[in-house]
């Protein structure tokens, strides 16, 4: 291609020309193909080229694809409404959707921002968080994130909403394990509440499962019962950002079902449109809702394009296709299957210290010294070279952070699309094994 004048996420690589995508894999310009392991960034999760999916597209395109929010609803967004409030747990019953997952963790806060002053209450405005831990670009969203990296130039204008850490048991802080260490790690939150002060905080916000700060981190067992707990004595309302791990990653439509927890408020995006359609959502339950409908009546929130019929028809299409073909079932099943296979490179491998995660999203964390933990030297650049060298194996995973700060360590997440058969998920662990091999072969 001739000098392009496209802002790429580094202007000095060479980014390949993709032209289609079936299933797992996508094709290149020049006929390369690559094993989509990363369902993009854990988005694409029915896979690429649905034909279901580009009927719908069709048929609502023929219909109207735009209509303004503040004039006008459509039968796309009413029916993916009632859909999603049907699937999730609880009564998480009312959607408010937009078109990313920055924006839809932005809604959420701003949600439980308004709910309390619905209420009367003014001083409630902080949104605590984790350390470790990725709520969006955006800078509120930004604000919520735990993440050195990310905030680094914008720190002046962002609040200092991480307050504990995460339940990174590879690396837990108090050198214990779970269930006996009685979960210090969410007693935090008490402690950072006390000092904060309850009546200066609206909500607390986490991801079930830790992405791209952390490399898959699944909580242990009772951590977020805890946690929940503590929010409900404190009058906090929680907020679960399920933009990753939402829509089935897990197994379940909301990962916290996995543990039980309905939370108040739901961030969605990524596979709400899996790629198909920029759309994400943000979702309160009765109790969220119920002061807004009796006070102002309206969320103060929205963009130009929320709600759009053509989103909204293609994320109701993908809750069809899950749905008809009884995806989530199965993500269990063959998460098994794959974190088995990841064991087995664990095995072979010394460099890997961790393998972790839940369903179909799983993290390999890297570490220079198994028995110490201790992660490789900055100047290694484990988790760029293994993405590299994959990629031009035909191989896609996910970078993602690691390290007692998430910034110090290495891993990477495999989180396929929910739709990979047994022997896709074969192929991919044997591109991850070569991979894994030639870094072995770069760091001797
Ligand atoms: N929340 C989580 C848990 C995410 O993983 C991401 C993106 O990686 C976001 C929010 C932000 O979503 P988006 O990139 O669509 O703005």
């Not at 303004?68 to 039968?75: K, V």
């Not at 839809?104 to 921002?113: F, L, N």
């Not at 664990?346 to 201790?374: A, H, M, P, S, Y």
């Not at 993405?387 to 990477?412: F, H, M, Q, R, T």
């Amino acid at each position: 291609m001739e000098q392009s004048f496209l802002i790429k996420p580094m202007l000095d690589e060479s980014y390949p020309v993709i032209d289609y995508g079936k299933g797992v894999y996508l094709f290149d310009m020049e006929g390369k193909k690559y094993f989509d392991a990363a369902s993009g960034a854990v988005t694409a999760n029915i896979g690429h080229g649905v034909q279901e999916i580009i009927e719908a597209m069709n048929e609502q395109a023929k219909k109207v694809s735009f209509v303004y929010r503040s004039q006008f609803t459509s039968e796309a967004a009413e029916r993916l409404a009632n859909k999603i409030a049907e699937m999730t747990p609880g009564d998480l019953n009312w959607c408010f959707f937009v078109n990313s997952g920055s924006e839809a963790t932005e809604t959420a806060m701003k949600m439980a921002i308004q709910y309390w002053q619905e209420k009367g209450i003014q001083t409630k405005t902080k949104v605590l968080s984790r350390w470790v831990s990725y709520h969006g670009i955006t800078l509120g969203a930004l604000s919520m994130s735990g993440h050195p990296v990310r905030r680094a130039r914008f720190t002046p204008l962002l609040e200092d909403f991480p307050a504990i850490h995460p339940p990174y048991c590879y690396r837990c802080p108090y050198k214990l394990e779970a269930p006996s260490c009685g979960y210090l790690c969410a007693q935090e939150l008490e402690s950072a509440i006390n000092r904060i002060g309850a009546d200066k905080i609206a909500a607390f916000i986490a991801e079930p499962v830790i992405g791209a700060a952390g490399g898959a981190i699944a909580p242990p067992k009772d951590y977020f019962k805890v946690i929940k707990e503590i929010c409900e004595d404190h009058n906090i309302l929680f907020i679960a950002d399920e933009v990753m791990t939402g829509f089935g990653r897990t197994g379940t439509m909301l990962a916290c079902e996995q543990w039980g927890i309905v939370p108040d408020i739901v961030a969605l995006g990524k596979g709400m449109g899996a790629g198909y359609a920029p759309i994400a959502a943000a979702l309160a339950s009765e109790k969220v809702m119920e002061p807004i409908l009796a006070g102002t009546k309206s969320v103060m929130s929205g963009h130009t394009l929320s709600a759009n019929p053509q989103s909204c028809a293609v994320s109701l299409a993908v809750l069809e296709y899950l749905e008809k073909n009884e995806i989530m079932k199965e993500v269990e099943c063959k998460g098994v299957y794959l974190r088995n296979q990841l064991e087995k490179l664990k095995n072979q491998f010394t460099f890997i210290g961790d393998v972790r995660g839940k369903g179909l999203l799983l993290g390999l964390e890297f570490v220079g010294d198994r028995d110490r933990k201790t992660p490789f030297p900055r100047k290694t650049m484990i988790t760029q070279k293994i993405i590299s060298i994959a990629k031009e194996k035909g191989l896609l995973i996910y970078p993602a952070g690691a390290g007692i700060d998430g910034v110090n360590g290495d891993s990477i997440i495999i989180s396929p699309p929910l739709t990979i058969t047994k022997r896709e998920i074969e192929e991919l662990a044997l591109l991850l094994k070569e991979s894994l091999e030639a870094l072995s072969a770069h760091l001797n």
